[in-house]
C-alpha cells in the first residue's frame, strides 16, 4: 500500500522547541520504498510510537539543513544501517546540508550505501522510487529543494519550506500536494508560506488533493482544522491537515475525491 505517515507536523523554532507539534517529517511508503522525508527532532521517537521499523529504510532525503527538517538524520542513519552492521541505503541532500556546514556526521557517512547531494531539476533513484527535485526555493541562506515523487500512476509533491514565487505552481503540479503551510498571515520578509499564498498556490496548480503540514505557532493557535477547512472553501480543492500520527492511503484518497 502506498502511504504517508506522518512523523511530525509542527515547524519553525518555537514549535520545534516547544513540541506542542511534533517535528519529525514524514514517512513515504511508495512501490515498496521505504523513505524518511525531513526528519526534524522527534522523528525517531514518534516511528517508534506509530510501530514503523526504520531499519527498513531504504533512504533518507532533506529538503534543507535547517534543524527542524534534519535534526535526527544521523539517529536515522544508525537506524536504517543497524548501527553500520549493514551498509545500505541512501542519503539524499543538498550539497550545503553535505558540505559547508555539514549535518550527517563524518562517522556515520561509510555506513550509508550511498550518499547523494542533490541539485535542482534533476531526476533521482531510491530503489524503485523515482523523484524529481524542483528549482531552488527562496529560503534565506539555506539551500532548498521541493520533490515531485512518481507513483504507479499517479504524482505526489512536496512542497517545503519557501517564500511563494510564481514559478512554484507551474513546477508542482501533481495529483496530491504536502504543503509546507508555516504562517497564517503573509510576512514578506520571512521566506515562508502562508495560508494566502497556499490558497493562491492550490487555485493554480490544482492538485486533486492538498495535504498540509509543518504548521508555525500561529496556525497551530488558530486550529489546524479551521484553517484546513478555510482553504479547501476558498479554491474548491479538497485540504487536509495532518496530524502527529496520520496515516494516509495515497490510492485511497485519490478514489475517494473522485
Ligand atoms: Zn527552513
Redesign the pocket.
Known sequence: MDRIVFLGTG??RNVMTSQVLSTGGFILEIKKTLLSVDPGPGAVLRAAQEKIDISRLDGVLI??R?L??CGDVNVMIEAMTRGGFKKKGMVFAPRQALKDDPVVLNYLRNYVGNIQPIEGLKLYRCSDLEFKTSMPHK??D?E?YGFIFYGDDYTLSYI??TGYFNKLSEFYRSDISIISTLMLRRNKNV??LSVPDVISLIKEHKPRAAILTHFGMQIYKAGVDIVADKISQATGIKAIAAKDGLVINLKELLTSDS
Open positions: 515547524g519553525a529538503s534543507h535547517h527542524d527538517h529560503h534565506g539555506a532548498t517545503p519550506d521566506d515562508h
